[in-house]
């Protein structure tokens, strides 16, 4: 499970943040807060609300890049540059720092990396266990250098690096992502987790146009319930719950190995198939959220959706949010963190659950939850207290 995440010198993001998923005994007993493994208290939901170019796309980009250094970084050129950007008016040689606090079982995993886009400066994966109540800590590696220095030096006394490992890293590649190359066990264990963490948004900004409609990528939707039937049921179930006049897809492989899909609309007693493509745009988009928290909550991962209310009505958008604190549909604990200009999500949020994005004057984006606003009470009115600006983050439109 994600515990925390941060930035520093990343885009619209210049001074560090944190944005936490850690709640303490104050948040209400709901089932959208759980107790993970390691006895920390965590929420399943965490909403990003504020003004249009306040940064929300910037923060939900963080644990994507993440993913793709952890997991995909060797497979890139060596050449290639790492994609990021660091705050508009730092240099391109002013390190971005990253890290994030992640749980596998009864492990605690920090993970740091500080880096620019021609190389990684520095990098640590920290351990920590519960032994009998006893928390206990250890440094798996840490790797540093200088931005002058093309050399570094690499710990490796507890991550029992396979042989060959130090040839093979290189400047625009993490540890994790090279061992794994190498079979490594606990990189495997690490990228098994992360690589069913799917998402909307990746290091260019916001891609949910793009990804629900576009052929190519809604059919990857569509391969993927195809090869995953159960998840293809679930889908088709929560269809016609929402009333769309909608009772399922269709998929069909044709001779040749081609996906040929239509979606089955219900008229009086009369079902007639009508091709994807041909479909809504929200129809469409409905159909790749689905896909990406039907995963989320069959794996226990995480589910990162940007604009989530784009093409969707808000009826439809609290329901989707209420999944996963449905202990029967999210047994396994699945997290989903999502911006949103649909306001009236915040009734069903707590202030814990609630983290506002807002421009300061430099340009930079400032972030808080709610819970950390003094005077915030519990179960007060979210939605009309935000609305009248008592939180900060409305745009100022005078």
Known sequence: MIH???????????DRMDLSFVA?????DKTTYIKDATDTRISLLESVIGPNASGKTNLLKVLPVIKWLLTDSWNENPTSEIPIKPFMTTSENDLTKLGVVFSLGEVIFEYDVHLTAKKIHYERLVERSITSK???????????????????KISL?????PPGFETLIRDNATAISTALRLNHKLSREIAAYWQTIDFNVKESGYIGD?????????????SYFHLNKDLKEKADEILQKFDLGLSNFNIEESENHQ?????VHKFGNKQLPLQLDYESSGTRKLYGLLKIILLALAKGSMAIIDEFDASLHPDMIQELVSMFGDS??????????????????????????????????????????????????????YYTKYLAGAYGGVPDIG
């Open 259 to 263: 996906l040929q899909v239509s979606v």
């Open 328 to 381: 029967d549909l999210n047994s396994k604990n699945a997290q989903l963190l999502f911006s949103t200009h649909n306001h009236r999500i915040l009734a069903q949020l707590d202030k814990y659950q609630i983290v506002i994005t807002e421009k300061e004057d430099d340009g930079q984006t400032a972030i808080w939850r709610l819970d950390e606003v003094s005077g915030v009470r519990a179960g007060e009115n």
């Open 24 to 28: 303490d005994d104050n948040a209400p």
């Open 157 to 161: 006394a507890n991550f029992d690096a």
């Open 134 to 152: 006893r928390r206990t800590a250890k440094t798996l590696f840490e790797r540093s250098g200088t931005k002058d220095d093309v050399s570094y």
């Open 4 to 14: 925390s995440f941060s930035c520093e010198n990343f885009y619209s993001f210049k």
């Open 210 to 222: 793009q990804v629900f409609g576009s052929h190519e990528a809604l059919y990857g939707a569509v």
